[in-house]
């Protein structure tokens, strides 16, 4: 039997986006991934921070990427640590290192595949969910990208 | 710098650890009969009587994070005076930290008793396990919301397990590492445990007993994680003259250190970390800098308390401080080297947080002053320096460096 992952609640806890953040969230909810990108030293960081952590300058530009990447790590959680994720186990949580925003990181769900599917170097793209329920973010998934 | 060990063990100690106590261990859960400061000062009695002091000595509290009301406690033990109160931040990495603190105090001449504690609780709503989650007023693992944060969370991403989870397959990447080397850690833990009254599990752990567990967050599986518990731990320091003339040998601070780079950071709250030390325990830094202080090396230790609450991370640190190269952690392992019996650098000698108790990390300070006393359950021939490290984490991760008086 061929074992699926499942997807996880979009509003398991309280978020709490800020004016750092904002940006990114925004362009979420149309389908858009962007990273800030400091406008001095054109370094990328993740998550939006007020100032670059190389050469601490606070211009920030926010660069739409392709929202292409690769499975830098993971972990299939199979057990709930919450009650609410009771339904949802097993899920994937993964690093991903996006393709043309080189020397970050995002933390996702790798969804729509076969847990034995998963492995490290795997490419990615960008997925979005359906909907954005109440109290949930735009949050950004993943699923495993077949070489074109 | 002298040039003998001997010479360099005299040389550096202002401060030592004169006393040392702890309630008894309980499952998660099954202290709520007492109150978290009845826990503490359980503890803190004990140590003293251990020590040969008495409340109107301490003048100072050193802790770790968890932001225990020192005001209350100090109102209720009816402190004639605090000189100094303070505590590290960090989220998980302080406890070695909190004797560095105490160090630190005693040092400047600010206060001359301190007393560092750490007490656990852990009832259904307040488990370690969710902290990252956990927004239960009730909970001393509380955390708020925040804009950081919400790129871990979205993903339920809310256990430490899942997130050490991940540094842990990637060093399996890596290096080759396999489970059979977590599981070295998680037996030749266990089998430290097993003579040991105050050890929550005690029964034998086979190979097959390791792989027959459940699987927690892949590659972590039950054995991996440490033991959810309860309990309290006090230590108390003072400097190295009046430790001469109290009831034991006195345990001198050789070194302490605690920090780590900026590109560590929060490490598993936010995954960022460069390439070349993903895979670690994000305490090279503090190590060097802990060695250096002490004028001393991995190879002068003769016992390791590593923070353990995974068992992965305890070949992370043995790469950081150097008693391996980096990556060889598992084949390190694997070689017998962290066994009680035979091994090269005995390993939780105890029990650590994976099969005695976990109150994070104290208990591996307890160990370490038995093992310098020559009173441990498992004690280690002739030991004279041990390492004790405050747990794998957000920065600052700590470590301490213990001595004998000789």
């Known amino acids: 039997m061929i074992e699926m992952l499942s997807t996880p609640p979009a509003n398991l806890v309280p978020f709490a986006p800020d004016a750092c953040t904002a940006e990114f969230w925004d362009a979420a909810a149309n389908r858009r991934l962007v990273v800030p990108r400091c406008v001095e030293c054109l370094t990328y960081r993740f998550p939006p921070t007020p100032v670059c952590p190389r050469c601490r300058s606070g211009d920030t530009t926010f660069d739409e990427l392709t929202g292409r990447g690769s499975i830098y790590t993971f972990t299939i959680a199979r057990h709930a640590p919450l009650p609410a994720l009771r339904g949802t186990v097993p899920y994937a949580i993964a690093v991903i290192e996006l393709d043309d925003a080189p020397g970050i990181r995002i933390v996702g769900n790798v969804v729509g595949c076969a847990v034995n599917d998963i492995e490290i170097d795997a490419p990615v793209e960008v997925s979005w969910d359906d909907e954005v329920g109440e109290g949930a973010l735009p949050i950004p998934r993943w699923r495993l990208r077949t070489a074109a | ?406």
């Open chain 2, 1 to 406: 710098m002298p040039d003998t060990r001997e010479e360099r063990l005299m040389s550096v100690a202002e401060s030592a650890i004169v006393g040392i106590g702890r309630t008894q261990y309980w499952k998660r859960g099954e202290s709520v009969g007492h109150t978290p400061l009845q826990l503490v000062i359980s503890a803190i009695r004990a140590a003293l009587d251990d020590a040969g002091l008495g409340f109107d000595d301490v003048d100072g509290f050193a802790l770790y994070a968890t932001g225990f009301d020192t005001a209350l406690l100090a109102q209720t033990l009816g402190i004639p005076n605090v000189r100094f109160t303070a505590a590290l931040t960090g989220g998980g990495g302080g406890s070695a930290g909190s004797i560095g603190l105490a160090d630190a105090a005693i040092r400047s001449g600010q206060a001359s008793v301190v007393v560092s504690f750490l007490a656990v609780q852990q009832p259904p709503e307040a488990r370690f396990g969710s902290a990252f989650a956990n927004t239960s007023k009730k909970s001393q693992y509380s955390y708020s919301p925040s804009s950081e944060k919400d790129f871990i969370l979205s993903s339920a991403l809310v256990s430490p397990g899942q997130a050490f989870a991940m540094l842990a397959r990637r060093h399996m990447h890596e290096f080759g590492t396999s489970r059979e080397h977590f599981a070295e850690v998680a037996i030749s833990t266990r089998v430290n445990a097993m003579n040991r009254e105050t050890a929550l599990m005690r029964e034998a752990m086979t190979l097959d007993d390791y792989f027959a567990a459940r699987m927690i967050s892949d590659p972590l599986c039950l054995l991996d994680f440490c033991v959810e518990s309860d309990g309290a731990v006090a230590v108390v320091t003072t400097t190295a003259e009046r430790a001469r003339d109290l009831r034991h040998r006195p345990i001198p601070i050789l070194a302490s250190a605690h920090g780590g780079a900026g590109s560590w950071g929060q490490a598993i709250g936010w995954f960022g970390m460069p390439d070349d030390v993903f895979a670690s325990s994000g305490y090279e830094p503090v190590a060097k800098d802990l060695f250096a202080r002490a004028g001393l090396a991995a190879s002068d230790v003769d016992v390791a308390l590593l923070y353990d609450h995974f068992s992965p991370l305890v070949l992370l640190q043995l790469e950081d401080f150097g008693f391996c190269p980096r990556g060889q952690g598992g084949p390190f392992v694997a070689d017998g080297n962290i066994r009680f019996e035979g091994g090269s650098i005995p390993v939780n000698t105890h029990g650590g947080n994976l099969s005695e108790a976990y109150v994070i990390g104290m208990t591996h300070i307890y160990e370490a002053v038995e093992q310098l006393r020559g009173t441990a359950v498992n004690q280690v021939r002739d030991a004279e320096v041990a390492l004790v490290s405050g747990g794998p984490a957000s920065i600052p991760v700590s470590a301490l460096l213990l001595g004998r008086d000789s």
